[in-house]
């Protein structure tokens, strides 16, 4: 909250992606395939869970075997 009690942003909110990993060890893979437009290659189950809604954001989220270059 500022000093006139009016509440602004949260900076914390603000330095989160769009996409929120359940396990937090993983969020640097989603963090890094959405500033480059990559595709994230995984079996991890909580990667995965996101590939539909990183599908919206540039990012295709596979399995490797699923992965054609």
Known sequence: ???LGVAGPDPVAATLGPL?????DDQMFIDLAL???ATLLSRDRAVLKLAR???????RILVPERWSP
Not at 53 to 59: D, L, Q
Request: hydrophobic share 35%; charged share 15%.
């Open 1 to 3: 909250m500022h000093a």
């Open 20 to 24: 929120r990993c359940t396990d937090p």
């Open 35 to 37: 500033q480059l437009g």
């Open 53 to 59: 809604r990183a599908s919206a954001h540039g990012i």
